[in-house]
T-cell receptor, first 119, second 116 residues
Framework: AQTVTQSQPEMSVQEAETVTLSCTYD???????LFWYKQPPSRQMILVIR??????QNATENRFSVNFQKAAKSFSLKISDSQLGDAAMYFC????????????????FGQGTILTVHP | GAGVSQSPSNKVTEKGKDVELRCDPI?????LYWYRQSLGQGLEFLIY????????KSGLPSDRFSAERTGGSVSTLTIQRTQQEDSAVYLC??????????????FGPGTRLLVL
């Protein structure tokens, strides 16, 4: 079974600064996808960024980028120029790319990291 | 366009009662997923549907939980004889298709269930 670990229960950053959230995962699969979701107090999970394991290039979405280290099974999220609206719980998630697996449709989430942004 | 919607937003019930939670996926999305978010267990996958079919029900916590999807659209998660440990936020998500993770899951706002 796959597991996802976020070792930072809480992080804080000053507005306009950069912060990195850590995520490690464990899998024996070679084909998979990794995601970062943001959950503000409204509860709605919002997709931040996605990485396909077969791609070596790190994904980037505006101020959000990832550092994907496949051999180390590490998938960290970097938020640049932090804004007050970035304050939320951030979840790292794993999805199998193995269409034959029974857990194919399932997202496995880490425990989450609460990000506080100070003005 | 409209996102995933869930109803009710909040539900308070008494132990032993049955509850129904509803999910309306994004129009045209064929895959639908239910998750549970609780303080003790974090985010847990419950079940997914491809069309009206749920191939894997092993994520449901007990036989008091059931889910159905009709017409390839709306889904209902039913909890019978609710227990206090069922208190959680129940999240629904949908994606265009199941067969490719390139189509991400989009989540609804969740239903917060409190069992007294």
């Amino acid at each position: 079974a796959q597991t996802v670990t976020q070792s930072q229960p809480e992080m804080s950053v000053q507005e306009a600064e950069t912060v990195t959230l850590s995520c490690t995962y464990d899998t024996s699969e070679s084909d998979y996808y990794l995601f970062w979701y943001k959950q503000p107090p409204s509860r709605q999970m919002i997709l931040v960024i996605r990485q396909e394991a077969y791609k070596q290039q790190n994904a980037t979405e505006n101020r959000f980028s990832v550092n994907f280290q496949k051999a180390a099974k590490s998938f960290s999220l970097k938020i640049s120029d932090s804004q007050l609206g970035d304050a939320a719980m951030y979840f790292c998630a794993y999805r199998s790319g193995n269409a034959g697996g029974t857990s194919y449709g399932k997202l496995t989430f880490g425990q989450g990291t609460i990000l506080t942004v100070h003005p | 366009g409209a996102g995933v919607s869930q109803s009710p937003s909040n539900k308070v019930t008494e132990k032993g009662k049955d509850v129904e939670l509803r999910c309306d996926p994004i129009s045209g999305h064929t895959a639908l997923y239910w998750y549970r978010q609780s303080l003790g267990q974090g985010l847990e996958f419950l079940i997914y549907f491809q069309g009206n079919s749920a191939p894997d029900k092993s994520g449901l916590p007990s036989d008091r939980f059931s889910a159905e999807r009709t017409g390839g659209s709306v889904s209902t998660l039913t909890i019978q004889r609710t227990q206090q440990e069922d208190s959680a936020v129940y999240l629904c998500a949908s994606s265009l298709v199941l067969s490719s993770a390139l189509f991400p899951q989009y989540f609804g706002p969740g239903t917060r269930l409190l069992v007294l």
